[in-house]
């Protein structure tokens, strides 16, 4: 549907809202209509309706009042609440959801209205929008019915995410006090912080924190704060805004939307009793309506997503015409107050704030490999075992690997590569606090071999131990590290994959010996302060998984409580078909947890298993290869140490640069998987 160039001129003086015409459980034409009686009520407002056209054009068409004031965006795909946000987030380009952020974004919508999934909607709100400079996490505001002169609470969060520090907290107040001004009038609103008391010693260290800080900012920020509130404060008139977790706010509202029901129900149950029964509903139905009217979730439907660069708001999933109508008369006196740029400027200025804390990241200074001599083509196995180097190649992309040689082991390949990531950081033993080695094939049942490196190095103070998470390793090393470090355990950590895959292979079994390589790599991490923001160097993130169901598809037959060695076994196209997907949804997962996208990232780091896997993961990621650094063809699949090596051989060529952002992901038996994202 077009306008005309009067009608578009007419257009350009209206707030333009952004609405998801396909989100919630009542349908589009129950989207359409809530926009009609908007459009009834406020001649200054238009749409941009995003669903597909062919179900759209028919009931926009049956509105008089959205003439000339409605365009729509062709969007085929819908998401479902059943969807996974990090599906969506992966998948969703061509949904309506995707297509109604992507106008905000793009400047020609002020504010997105949607009915739809609310963890997709953050999610892809998150990644498509970003966040406000200086707020590390957004956050969800309602309105809650309370005995208030204007009859509601803003209260937040209530689910964007269930963790809050002190710093959260502060940020929540200022977004919740900018809402309250623009979305209420409210010009100096009263701020109560959610506490199990009222008392000042009550609560979590956080909360007693949090206390301190929006009671400093108070003044200047322009709002009264009026401490710590509890539980029945939330529908009282003690506060104005009600500053809480996402875990507890969600709790709280759900509580009160229960109990509402209750209530309902047991009214309407009470007046069925008994003949004298129905004759006082009649004598009360007055006040009953003025009751529910009061009270009637439709009229306050709309939780504002805030922290983001544009307004969101969500709109409850079984929302009927008057409650989308509701939400968009809210998104539309936000946007017309500019509320994003205020709210930007406010928490931006933060007035007597003290700084933003810095935020400790585990940052790459240094990093090394190292490579057995031994090279072994893939015209080695022909006439030894039915293979060839075609065959070879074009199920797996390898062309060579590397074996040890006599008297070469995990840790001696593991100690050369520690010793080259020293050099490069230009570090020695003495300085590092602790050393992780991910491994399958360790010198000795015990000790680890992550002991026998530190004493190889010179070691003698810190602590060393072994992760073993198959080829998944390394990303769980990499996890651990920076958990050592954020905790201040360790302000160094060398992080290590080495393998010596050569010695549990079955060399009979074609669909295996042929895959595997040896190796090892390592980076040195080290404690440094950043912003806590996505600039930041370091890791930024991390994804771990696990699901022993699958043990079965990667494995050795045999083992010490066994009492055997064993060999490798792996059904390869079982592992194939599980590969792609995982990688693909715990590097999504990491990516949304670092507040970045995959348009964000400079290269993909991959376990370097097999080629195919590769290139699918990418598909996946809708990531050229051009963006993905690949060593499997010359050093087979080396296990956990696949990713070290490739970051040292990526970094040695020329292609990994410091300030790139890199998101690694690997799967290995267990089956296990994760991803890790850092900025180099």
């Not at 709280?252 to 003949?275: P, Q, V, Y």
């Not at 307004?311 to 107050?337: F, N, P, Q, W």
């Not at 490196?453 to 010179?458: E, I, R, Y």
């Not at 995982?582 to 995959?598: D, I, N, Q």
Request: some cysteine; glycine content about 10%; aromatic content about 6%.
């Amino acid at each position: 549907m077009t306008v005309s160039s009067d009608q578009a001129q007419a257009k350009a003086q209206r707030t333009v809202i952004s609405v998801d015409a396909m989100g919630g459980d009542q349908g589009p034409a129950i989207v359409v209509a809530g926009c009609s009686a908007s459009a009834k009520k406020n001649d200054q407002i238009s749409f941009v309706l995003h669903g597909p056209a062919a179900t759209l054009e028919p009931l926009v068409a049956k509105r008089p009042e959205l003439d000339g004031r409605c365009v729509i965006r062709d969007a085929q795909d819908v998401v479902t609440m059943d969807d996974k946000p990090s599906n969506v987030v992966r998948n969703g380009k061509d949904t309506s959801m995707w297509s109604a952020i992507e106008s905000v974004r793009t400047g020609e919508a002020s504010v997105a209205v949607s009915c739809g999934n609310t963890g997709a909607l953050m999610a892809l709100s998150m990644i498509r929008l970003k966040r406000l400079p200086g707020v590390n996490r957004p956050a969800i505001a309602v309105l809650y019915p309370c005995s208030s002169p204007q009859g509601f609470n803003v209260m937040l969060d209530v689910g964007a995410d269930v963790r809050a520090d002190a710093d959260d907290l502060l940020r929540f107040a200022l977004m919740g006090k900018s809402y309250a001004r623009n979305g209420m009038d409210i010009q100096r609103p009263r701020i109560g912080l959610l506490n199990v008391g009222t008392e000042e010693h009550k609560g979590r260290t956080e909360l007693k924190e949090a206390y301190e800080l929006i009671r400093e900012n108070a003044d200047e920020a322009e709002f009264e704060f009026v401490g710590f509130v509890e539980g029945s404060d939330i529908s009282g008139d003690v506060c104005d805004v009600i500053v809480t977790d996402g875990f507890t706010g969600n709790i709280a509202i759900k509580t009160g939307e229960g109990t509402a029901t209750m209530i309902g129900n047991g009214l309407r149950d009470a007046f069925k009793h008994s003949i004298w029964s129905r004759a006082a509903s009649l004598l009360a139905y007055t006040s009953l309506a003025r009751v529910k009217k009061r009270f009637d979730p439709r009229r306050v439907n709309g939780g504002v997503f805030l922290g983001l660069n544009g307004t969101v708001v969500k709109s409850h999933g079984a929302a009927d015409a008057t409650g989308v109508s509701s939400a968009i008369k809210l998104a539309a006196r936000l946007a017309e107050s500019e509320f994003t740029n205020r709210l930007a400027a406010r928490v931006a200025a933060a007035p007597g704030e003290r700084d933003r804390r810095m935020t400790t990241r585990a940052v790459v200074i240094g990093a090394g490999h190292y490579l057995p001599e031994r090279v072994v083509e893939n015209a080695e196995f022909e006439g030894k075992i039915e293979t060839s180097d075609e065959w070879i190649r074009s199920r797996s992309g390898i062309e060579r690997r590397h074996f040890v040689a006599d008297g070469e082991t995990t840790s001696t390949m593991a100690t050369a590569a520690a010793k080259m990531a020293l050099a490069a950081a230009g570090k020695t033993a003495a300085d590092v606090d602790a050393i992780i080695l991910a491994t399958s094939t360790a010198d000795f049942t015990f000790p680890s071999a992550a002991t026998m490196v530190q004493d190889q190095l010179g070691m003698e103070q810190g602590y060393a131990f072994d992760v073993q998470a198959v080829c998944a390793g390394f990303v769980f090393a990499l996890a651990n590290a920076n958990a050592l470090i954020l905790s201040g355990q360790a302000r160094r950590v060398m992080v290590i994959g080495a393998e010596t895959f050569s010695k549990i292979m079955d060399w009979t079994d074609r669909s295996t010996s042929v895959l595997f390589g040896d190796g090892a790599g390592a980076i040195l991490l080290e404690a440094q302060d950043g912003d806590g923001t996505p600039e930041d160097r370091g890791i930024l993130s991390t994804d771990l998984n696990s699901d022993g169901r699958y043990r079965d598809l990667l494995y050795v037959d045999g083992g010490v409580s066994t009492g055997t060695t064993g060999y490798l076994r792996m059904q390869g196209n079982q592992v194939f078909r599980h590969a792609v997907e995982k990688l693909a949804a715990t590097a999504t997962t990491a990516l949304e947890r670092a507040g970045v996208t995959a348009e964000d990232v400079d290269w993909v780091v991959p376990h370097q298993a097999n080629i195919r896997i590769i290139q699918g993961t990418a598909k996946k990621l809708n990531l050229p290869m051009e963006q993905v650094i690949v060593t499997v063809q010359d050093h087979g699949n080396t296990s956990a140490a696949s990713i070290p090596l490739a970051l040292s051989v990526g970094q040695q060529r020329g292609q990994i640069k410091q300030g790139d952002l890199l998101v690694t992901e690997a799967i290995g038996g267990g089956l296990a998987w994760g991803a890790v994202v850092l900025r180099w």
